[in-house]
């Protein structure tokens, strides 16, 4: 990893290598636009039919790609997304610019008549080699109760086959919320069965539609995320948004990886774990493949950033804090330099996150943080973890937060692992 990209460092557990991405993020989102042609229930951009006003013009988009062609190596990915990216009259002229200034680009749009065959092959000739598509339920009735189009979940399925006979490699958004949950399993096969290799379970966070929403839990997070190291097994990578402890969940697994041991008793797990891992092993029998989970220490505000369709900085899509705009100064320039994002990429939390032996490799979900608190250096309330007796001196050089550390506490989580 170049080191512009981040610090190194030796102080997450286990000695391994952790970055802080201090001079740039590894992935920059563009909401590029309000419209999309659905009108999901739990959607955080409250997308709409029609273009908001004040969306960033072609050439401040330019703009934007532009300054990441100058940022030092590897050049951060841009992640294309809206509403939908599709409804974007210029979306081929802006991805032939990052092609010819060689910035990687990815697209996450919504599946609809726009995402056709033409438009796959003028994106592919752009350089464009990834996409993901939502799919929140492993049948039609969950899937359309959440997107409001009958025959979206076909339309769906054939859009997944559609993007891999272009040359995408297509990514799965799953949104786990109490209505869905216990289709994890069934989720899960159906990648497997039609050819995805990555599935990307987001962890809603009440913002945007999403308010109305039901989550899942609080016992239950532990449970999913033990499941989903489950679902890393059979050849599909598994990343979480908006979970970052799913990292300390997997690292606890793989360190207790003799296959006589049942994480249900070792971990002392819930009902909701018991019913996903029996539905998986009935789909898909055992496991075929290693764990397979990142590595890379993201989380909101740290290797990740986000610009909204008009031109507005935030850490990341699910935590509405803003930090300046575009139009006034460079993205890279107020990822860089914001003290809330300084804090976050230095894990300065001053309440468990904070002591955590897994501070950096995990953190906590700030936006989650944020919702719950109004503080997005808080306490992430779905962690159940209580990390062992660690004093630590706590000194954010942004003077957001100063505070002793000295909490006692055994090494264990709400839930009595």
Same mark, same amino acid.
């Given at each position: 990893m170049d080191e512009a990209v981040g610090r190194h460092s030796l102080d997450a557990?286990?000695?391994?290598?952790?970055?802080?991405?201090?001079?740039?993020? #590894?992935?920059?989102?563009?909401?590029?636009?309000?419209?999309?042609?659905?009108?999901?229930?739990h959607c955080r951009a409250t997308a709409q039919r029609d273009p908001a006003p004040g969306e960033l013009t072609t050439e401040e988009g330019k703009a934007i790609i532009d300054e990441l062609a100058g940022s030092p190596r590897p050049v951060p990915i841009l992640i294309l997304t809206g509403g939908d990216c599709l409804q974007r009259a210029?979306?081929?002229?802006?991805?032939?610019?990052?092609?010819?200034?060689?910035?990687?680009?990815? =697209?996450?749009?919504?599946?609809?008549?726009?995402?056709?065959?033409?438009?796959?092959?003028?994106?592919?000739?752009?350089?464009? #080699?990834?996409? !993901?598509? !939502?799919?929140?339920?492993?049948?039609?009735?969950t899937h359309e109760q959440v997107r409001q189009i009958p025959g979206h979940f076909a339309d769906t399925i054939r859009a997944i086959s559609l993007l891999q006979e272009h040359?995408?490699?297509?990514? =799965?958004?799953?949104?786990?919320?109490?209505?869905?949950?216990?289709?994890?399993?069934?989720?899960?096969?159906?990648?497997?069965?039609?050819?995805?290799?990555?599935?990307e379970v987001f962890f809603l966070i009440g913002v945007g539609r999403g308010n109305a929403i039901a989550e899942i839990e609080s016992n239950e997070y532990e449970d999913v995320c033990h499941f989903l190291v489950d679902a890393s097994q059979y050849g599909v990578v598994v990343r979480t948004v908006e979970a970052p402890f799913f990292r300390r969940?997997?690292?606890?697994?793989?360190?207790? !990886?003799?296959?006589s041991l049942d994480p249900a008793v070792e971990f002392g797990l819930g009902p909701l774990y018991r019913e996903l891992r029996d539905r998986l092993r009935e789909q898909m029998g055992k496991p075929?493949?290693?764990?397979?989970?990142?590595?890379?220490?993201?989380?909101?505000?740290?290797? =990740?950033?986000?610009?909204?369709?008009?031109?507005?900085?935030?850490?990341?899509?699910?935590?509405?804090?803003?930090?300046?705009?575009?139009r006034d100064k460079g993205v890279l320039e107020i990822y860089r330099d914001d003290p809330v994002l300084k804090a976050i990429r230095r894990a300065e939390f001053p309440g468990r996150c904070g002591r955590?032996?897994?501070?950096?490799?995990?953190?906590? !979900?700030?936006?989650?943080?944020?919702a719950d608190t109004g503080d997005p250096l808080a306490d992430d309330?779905?962690?159940?973890?209580?990390?062992? =007796?660690?004093?630590?001196?706590?000194?954010n050089r942004s003077d957001i937060h100063t505070q002793q550390l000295t909490t006692v506490v055994a090494p264990t989580t709400l839930e009595g692992i």
């Open positions: 557990p286990h000695g391994r290598r952790v970055m802080s991405f201090d001079r740039a993020p #590894r992935l920059v989102f563009w909401e590029t636009t309000k419209a999309c042609p659905l009108a999901c229930v210029d979306l081929g002229e802006l991805t032939a610019y990052a092609k010819s200034v060689r910035v990687p680009v990815a =697209i996450s749009p919504s599946v609809s008549s726009s995402l056709n065959a033409a438009t796959l092959s003028m994106l592919h000739a752009n350089g464009v #080699r990834s996409a !993901s598509l !939502s799919l929140d339920g492993a049948v039609a009735e040359g995408f490699a297509v990514q =799965i958004n799953t949104a786990v919320m109490a209505q869905n949950v216990r289709e994890l399993a069934d989720i899960a096969a159906l990648l497997v069965r039609h050819g995805v290799r990555t599935w969940v997997r690292d606890w697994r793989m360190k207790r !990886s003799d296959a075929t493949s290693r764990v397979l989970a990142p590595t890379v220490a993201t989380r909101d505000g740290k290797g =990740i950033v986000f610009v909204g369709h008009d031109g507005r900085v935030y850490p990341a899509g699910f935590l509405p804090l803003p930090l300046g705009s575009v955590c032996e897994y501070a950096d490799e995990c953190g906590g !979900s700030r936006a989650r943080a944020y309330p779905a962690c159940s973890y209580l990390p062992p =007796i660690r004093d630590r001196v706590v000194t």
